[in-house]
């Protein structure tokens, strides 16, 4: 038995090494497998039926990237090297002499997340050159006001959880002290060093082959694109096959007196340095209710009110027991209930629901969240979009245009950020040349 050493491109999260992870698993030969998101690293044990061949084309099909340290360095080199080859043949027969051989296929990319960047890293490798254009923070959600940010927080209300609620009476319980200042202040440290390191540091390596450019895109037509720069000029960027993802945003309901008023989304809610006394959380789904219960945990009362059921888009039996467990917690559940009007007044919010009257020091709206495309002109490009606004792609991650595809939260696809990433390596694969699918079974 042997272990080979790999390393790992394009994981954003820990969600991502996991899936790594189990995916080496499963190949024959395989009797272990570690993936570290921290070191970009996998280590795999190995008998005779699993090369390293095998082994980066496992990682390769889930959308990430690799390559031998150690090794398996020789086989894995040719075997990129050959996988190359085919690449470049097929690129040359549906672009003539455009790569390889002449000017370099130009790939711009409208976002910078985890799509986005997983499309960049793979385009460049494949030998296109990459204009990456970002409007606001590099990174995306993920990083930067989703899964990070939010899974720190929520472990540090389990914790306070646990301090107060656990099971051995040996162990003394007691109300946790919580500063919710220093809570943020670590927590978004770690939120700038992963930016760092997952997304800045790897453009900066990369400055040859992938441009950053800071500005707000829009389609003039489908191989060109207007991007207001942040001094107020324009750019004009022309390319030869352009990839959309622009992630998602909080959704806002017309709910009478809310606009205006200083509710909370989920990205002030995760930033936010005091607990409030009573949070009003309006929404079911997974970000309003694991907010919810941080908050609850973390010494804030919380009332949630849910038009639906909890987590209505899945099995009803999960909504239930969960509506339960957070009673339990002390959390008040109201279901099947909608906010006809909402004000705010000498700095509490009024929320009526048509039976009672809720009033709370802070209101979060987390009714769900819609595709970032309203601005882009897509029809410009011939792009279709579904009634939400997200971007109909097929499994190439193509749309109704021909040379733009998409990726991401911003597409009709599953809104994940492994999804995502997967999405962004095949839409660079097949604009450059290859034929790759996304097949989410």
Same mark, same amino acid.
């Given at each position: 038995m042997s272990v080979v050493s790999l390393e790992v491109g394009g994981m954003t999260c820990e969600s991502c090494a996991r899936h790594v992870e189990q995916a080496l698993r499963t190949l024959p030969g395989v009797h272990a497998a570690e993936v570290s998101y921290?070191?970009?690293?996998?280590?795999?044990?190995?008998?005779?039926?699993?090369?390293?061949?095998?082994?980066? @084309?496992? #990682?390769?099909?889930? %959308?990430?990237?690799?390559? *031998?340290?150690?090794?398996? +360095?020789? /086989?894995?080199?040719?075997? &990129?090297?050959?996988?190359?080859?085919?690449?470049?043949?097929?690129?040359?027969?549906?672009?003539?002499?455009?790569?390889?051989?002449?000017?370099?296929?130009?790939? @711009?990319? #409208?976002?910078?997340? %985890?799509?986005?960047?997983? *499309?960049?890293?793979?385009? +460049?490798? /494949?030998?296109?050159?990459? &204009?990456?254009?970002?409007?606001g923070t590099l990174g995306g959600t993920c990083v930067n006001v989703g899964c990070?940010?939010?899974?720190?927080?929520i472990r540090g209300a389990h914790?306070?959880?646990?301090?107060?609620?656990?099971?051995?009476?040996?162990?003394?319980?007691? +109300?946790?002290?919580?500063?919710?200042?220093?809570?943020?202040?670590?927590?978004?440290?770690r939120v700038d060093e992963?930016?760092?390191?997952?997304?800045?540091?790897?453009?900066?390596?990369?400055?040859?082959?992938?441009?950053l450019l800071g500005g707000v895109a829009r389609f003039e037509d489908a191989r060109t694109l207007a991007v207001t720069l942040p001094d107020g000029g324009t750019e004009t960027v022309r390319a030869d096959r352009i990839l959309v993802a622009t992630g998602a945003s909080p959704a806002i309901p017309e709910v009478p007196g809310l606009k205006g008023t200083p509710y909370w989304t989920s990205t002030e809610a995760l930033v936010a340095e005091e607990l409030p006394e009573h949070l009003i959380v309006y929404g079911g789904s997974v970000v309003a209710l694991e907010l919810a219960q941080a908050f609850?945990?973390?010494?804030?009362?919380?009332?949630?009110?849910?038009?639906?059921?909890?987590?209505?888009?899945?099995?009803?039996?999960?909504?239930?027991?969960l509506a339960r467990v957070?009673?339990?917690?002390?959390?008040?559940?109201?279901?099947?209930?909608?906010?006809?009007s909402v004000r705010f007044e000498a700095g509490r919010f009024l929320a009526d629901t048509g039976s009672e009257q809720l009033a709370g020091d802070r209101l979060l709206v987390a009714t769900g969240r819609r595709a970032n495309t309203r601005t882009l002109g897509l029809e410009k490009a011939g792009v279709r979009t579904d009634d939400s606004g997200a971007i109909v792609v097929n499994e190439r991650m193509q749309t109704t245009a021909e040379g733009v595809y998409a990726a991401g939260d911003c597409t009709n696809?599953?809104?994940?950020?492994?999804?995502a990433a997967a999405g962004g390596t095949r839409a660079a694969i097949n604009m450059t040349g290859g034929d790759a699918r996304l097949d989410l079974s």
């Open positions: 921290a070191d970009n690293t996998a280590k795999v044990s190995t008998g005779d039926g699993a090369s390293s061949n095998a082994l980066i @084309a496992a #990682i390769v099909t889930l %959308g990430y990237s690799a390559k *031998a340290l150690d090794g398996g +360095a020789r /086989e894995a080199k040719a075997a &990129t090297q050959g996988a190359g080859r085919s690449i470049l043949r097929a690129a040359r027969d549906l672009f003539g002499a455009r790569m390889g051989d002449g000017p370099k296929l130009h790939v @711009a990319v #409208i976002g910078s997340g %985890g799509g986005a960047f997983a *499309a960049a890293l793979r385009a +460049a490798d /494949e030998g296109a050159s990459v &204009t990456m254009i970002e409007a990070v940010p939010s899974k720190i927080m914790i306070a959880h646990l301090v107060a609620e656990h099971p051995f009476p040996g162990i003394g319980r007691q +109300a946790p002290v919580v500063d919710r200042r220093v809570l943020v202040a670590q927590q978004q440290a992963l930016r760092h390191a997952k997304y800045e540091s790897i453009l900066e390596s990369r400055a040859e082959s992938i441009r609850l945990r973390l010494g804030s009362e919380v009332t949630l009110v849910a038009r639906s059921t909890l987590l209505s888009k899945e099995d009803p039996a999960i909504g239930a027991e957070l009673e339990g917690e002390g959390m008040r559940v109201l279901t099947h209930t909608t906010l006809r696809s599953p809104e994940y950020v492994y999804v």
